[in-house]
């Protein structure tokens, strides 16, 4: 019998492939509207930090509305690592529609999400607030939370004040060094070399300056602290800040594990699961956070939401009394009040009942309107902890790429900054 007659691989011959991807990429696919998205905003913030210009010499700047496709595209699709957006891009049918033959590399795409967070976030705001223009978003109704981002750095960069200052003081004899050898060597490649590392040297120098600003920060709040609570604060540790995430404090999580970390605070419509301001904190809870996030919300949108749903302790009894007279507009706000013992003493009863009649009429409105059925019905909204409320979901959807190694600004690598997170959002 004769030998089969088949057509084998052949892996090593070199071929032209014809490909059109408008043809492979189905006309319904998510990537389509990601890109109609793209195309109706205003990018000329972004094209105008394009330095390539016509008549001038220069290679051709990828195209600043291709990357930001992509990066929302990876977002929604959960993927955070420049590296890998890079990979997709000459792999995955959607990500290769999107780039569209766009020479890409993730350095220039991490560098991208860098310098352009101030330009995201001005998007951010027109995005969200021609959705309430036309009425796709309700400021009526706000669910705001926080979880624990993990910042992508070590205990071990963490340094008190005394081990900052002896890095400077290194640093500075060793920019001293550096300078005097290369003033001296007149070879061109080692000039480069002594250039390089000079750099590297002021690179340092920069982030311990930054981290003793933070530090010096974190003593002041101490001694703030310490004021009202001195006996607690002298069990504690004295504080320390981190050489290469400054804005990073060491958090608690909720296995029991500490580790370093950002607080992501998130206002979101619970209705519609769209992000109105997303924020980052060094606070390791959330309670007086009510206040700056509501003034965030008026100064991108111009107007505070009429009820703010917020877990128990969120909002203080002073950030109630603010909101209740905001510059914006008042704020109903929707918290479950702190559990009081039932069983007291009479004094201690009569003492609660003479503080609550001397209390703000806001203060009295607001424990009357959680006692009422009509609160009810909105609180489920402002947990984000069970995972099943619409805000928890859209927390996922931002966080869940890059839990356990989001810093607040990307680094070549990849890893995250929230602030960036905006394009689920739109």
């Known amino acids: 019998m004769a030998e089969a007659r088949v057509v084998r691989p052949d892996r090593r011959q070199l071929r032209w492939d014809m490909i059109d991807l408008e043809a492979l990429l189905p006309a319904d696919h998510r990537a389509r509207l990601v890109w109609s998205f793209v195309e109706s905003l205003d990018l000329s913030p972004l094209y105008d930090q394009v330095r390539s210009r016509e008549g001038e010499a220069g290679r051709p700047a990828a195209d600043p509305a291709v990357l930001l496709s992509l ?15 890079e990979r997709l891009a000459q792999s995955d049918i959607a990500y290769r529609w999107l780039a569209g033959g766009v020479p890409l590399n993730y350095h220039g795409l991490a560098d991208f999400r860098v310098e352009s967070v101030e330009v995201l976030d001005r998007l951010l705001t027109q995005s969200v607030t021609a959705l309430i223009a036309e009425g796709l978003i309700s400021l009526d109704e706000i669910a705001v939370d926080g979880t624990k981002v993990r910042a ?3 205990r071990k960069s963490f340094r008190t004040g005394e081990k900052l200052i002896k890095i400077e003081a290194a640093v500075v004899e060793r920019l001293a060094s550096l300078k005097q050898a290369l003033s001296s ?12 590392r000079e750099r590297a040297a002021r690179a340092v120098q920069e982030r311990a300056g930054r981290a003793r600003a933070a530090l010096e920060r974190l003593e002041a709040e101490r001694k703030s602290r310490t004021a009202r609570h001195a006996k607690d604060e002298a069990r504690k540790k004295g504080p320390k800040a981190s050489t290469t995430d400054p804005e990073a404090r060491c958090m608690r999580f909720p296995d029991g594990a500490i580790r370093p970390a950002y607080n992501a605070q998130i206002a979101a419509a619970p209705k519609e699961g769209v992000i109105v301001s997303i924020e980052l904190t060094d606070r390791r809870n959330d309670a007086g956070l009510a206040g700056p996030m509501v003034d965030d919300i008026a100064r991108r949108d111009g107007r505070t939401p009429d009820r703010l749903l917020v877990d128990t302790s969120y909002a203080t009894a002073k950030d109630i009394v603010a909101l209740a007279a905001h510059i914006a507009g008042p704020v109903s706000v929707y918290t479950p009040p702190p559990n009081e013992k039932e069983t007291v003493k009479p004094a201690t009863l009569a003492r609660r009942i003479r503080k609550r009649a001397k209390e703000p009429f806001c203060l009295k409105e607001w424990r009357e309107r959680m006692a009422s059925e009509a609160a009810r019905p909105s609180m489920p909204c402002a947990s984000a902890s069970s995972g099943s409320t619409p805000i928890a979901r859209t927390m996922a959807l931002v966080f869940s790429p890059f839990a356990g190694s989001s810093r607040r600004r990307p680094t070549r690598s990849g890893t995250r900054s929230p602030t960036t997170s905006w394009p689920p959002a739109a």
Do not use: C, F, H, K
């Open 152 to 154: 992508n750095a070590s």
């Open 185 to 196: 060597d007149p070879g061109a490649s080692t000039r480069r070399r002594q250039a390089a």
């Open 71 to 85: 990066w929302l595209y990876a977002t929604i699709e959960g993927v955070g690592s420049a590296r890998e957006l």
